[in-house]
């Protein structure tokens, strides 16, 4: 037999592994129903019966090993006993507002009202859940108040990550893995930023499985809290967790502007913040009973602020003062390139007088270089604060002052600090710069900057479409050109208007509804 020739046998050899692994697939097809229906066999609740049925196998397989890949080996701990013991302490950030920890003494907690807490669920990934946390806490701070203090309920804020624990570690892992991804993606532009884009955006039903699953794992955090308590969560996760240990009334306040499944929780009412989102949902298969549209997720300083901060931008712009715009950075850090660039871009504006920056680096030390660097590059003057302190004081002088250098750089080791800042700013400003995140339903008119995810083109278009902010601007020099279109033209009184009037018809109302609804609930 005369010997194969060496492409031909290297072709032989490849053949017989790509058929070698086909087979192997077929077989992981065959057994994943079996895999799948036992990972999901102690389950609190039916994912599939939400979502509209089990899945295919080849869905099957992928949760089966996502699953796997998230959670190991490890099984649910579910029992009553599964749970670790949580103190509640007063925050020193929103006063009247308990934050719950764990208690290795053990000694248990309770609320020193006679009705269970308003529970305030979340976890700290990025900025935005949090942020939308402390807004939700800021309306349930007086919740059932009356003037009657045996009806009046605690707010606790219950974030996770405050739990330290085996699970928590868990959370974290995942997360250090997202934000990684994301900084990569934006930074490398192109397909790659595409592909992240996508992946972020395939929320199919089997996200909504893999994060629920993940989430049963979870129980053990929140499982020695009142389970009478109304729980409002600002991460799916918490409130599926919550479902899974057993809560009755659990809120689901849905981020972004773009349904996907696995923002949403079967056995949660889940409140979404705008109209095309909750129609979609329901087109997806979502229970009206499980849906209700309640506005967008806006701390209350800012919502009971719009009436006369938009009075004062108005007039701002009418004495031709110079233009303010805040530019943050989002928790994961990951739009450096574009920020950096706009920044240098804004320099000339900025040199003439008629521009002032506000550039928040939150707690990220590359950000606060990144910053640094732009700013000397380009012979820009700025004063810098690092506290919580200094940014209150700062705000203060802002209403009738000018700052003392055109650009202020703030810049903390602080998480809180470096989330409220952008809070505490919107009311001495007259624009905000971000990405098209949950900022992007902020009140006060808005430059849409180049997005992360694909997921919140959706939410740039809902500002725009609101009329407080601007498409998603996706090059530097649109940016400039928006700005001088501030400078130059009616369009921030436009927005204006807009604000007002969008908040006289309960727009911005959304964590508002949110906590009245949970203590509706509570009263059946
Ligand atoms: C800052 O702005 C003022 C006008 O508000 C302008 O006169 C001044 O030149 C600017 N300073 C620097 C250093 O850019
Ligand atoms: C801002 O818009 C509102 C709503 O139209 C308007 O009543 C108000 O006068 C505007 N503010 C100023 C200072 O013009």
Redesign the pocket.
């Known amino acids: 037999m005369a010997a194969l020739e060496p492409w031909a046998l290297a072709l032989l050899i490849l053949a017989s592994i790509l058929i070698g692994l086909y087979l192997i697939y077929r077989i992981l097809l065959l057994i994943a129903p079996s895999l799948y229906s036992s990972m999901i066999s102690s389950n609190s609740i039916s994912v599939d019966n939400f979502v509209g049925g089990p899945p295919s196998p080849s869905s099957a397989l992928k949760c089966w090993v996502l699953n796997r890949f998230n959670v190991g080996g490890r099984q649910a701990k579910k029992q009553p006993g599964d749970s670790y013991s949580l103190k509640v302490s007063d925050s020193d950030k929103l006063p009247g507002m308990k934050i719950t920890c764990r208690d290795e003494n053990g000694d248990g907690i309770a609320s020193s009202s006679s009705l269970p807490p308003v529970i305030v669920g979340t976890i700290r990934m990025g900025f935005g859940h949090h942020r939308i946390a402390y807004a939700a806490a800021s309306w349930g701070l007086n919740a059932g108040n009356d003037n009657d203090n045996e009806k009046r309920r605690e707010t606790w804020f219950h974030d996770f990550l405050n739990i330290d624990s085996e699970e928590a570690q868990m959370i974290k892992d995942t997360d250090k893995l997202y934000s990684r991804g994301s900084r990569l993606a934006s930074e490398l532009g192109g397909p790659v930023e595409k592909f992240w884009g996508s992946l972020t955006k395939s929320g199919d039903e089997d996200s909504l499985r893999v994060t629920y699953q993940f989430s049963e794992h979870m129980i053990p955090l929140i499982n020695n809290l009142d389970k009478n308590s109304p729980i409002i969560a600002t991460h799916s996760m918490v409130a599926c967790a919550a479902v899974a240990a057993g809560f009755k009334n659990v809120i689901n306040l849905v981020i972004d502007n773009h349904a996907q499944w696995f923002v949403v929780v079967p056995g949660a009412l889940n409140l979404v913040q705008g109209p095309s989102n909750y129609h979609s949902f329901l087109k997806m298969g979502v229970p009206e009973d499980f849906l209700a549209l309640a506005g967008h997720w806006i701390p209350r300083d800012l919502v009971e602020g719009i009436p006369d901060t938009c009075a004062w931008r108005i007039q701002r712009r009418k004495d031709g003062k110079?233009l303010r715009i805040i530019i943050p950075v989002g928790g994961a850090g990951a739009q450096r390139k574009f920020i950096v660039e706009m920044v240098g871009a804004f320099a000339g504006l900025?040199?003439?007088?008629k521009v002032q920056l506000f550039l928040n680096a939150g707690d990220h030390e590359h950000m606060k270089e990144a910053f640094l660097e732009a700013l000397n590059g380009n012979g820009?003057?700025y004063d810098t604060v690092t506290d919580m302190e200094g940014v209150m004081d700062f705000k203060k002088r802002m209403v009738t002052e000018?700052p003392a250098?055109?650009v202020t750089l703030f810049t903390y080791t602080e998480y809180f600090t470096a989330v409220a800042t952008t809070d505490i700013l919107c009311n001495v400003a007259d624009v905000l710069a971000c990405k098209p995140s949950e900022l992007a339903f902020y009140p006060i008119p808005k430059l849409m900057i180049r997005r992360v995810g694909d997921h919140e083109a959706y939410s740039a278009l809902r500002a725009s479409e609101l009329g407080d902010g601007t498409l998603e601007v996706r090059e530097v020099p649109l940016a400039v050109r928006y700005v001088e279109l501030f400078l130059s033209t009616n369009l921030l009184e436009v927005m204006n208007t807009s604000i007002v009037n969008n908040n006289k018809i309960g727009l911005y109302d959304g964590c508002k509804n949110a906590v009245r609804i949970a203590l509706e609930r509570a009263k059946k």
């Open positions: 110079p900025v040199k003439e007088g820009m003057e000018e250098k055109n």
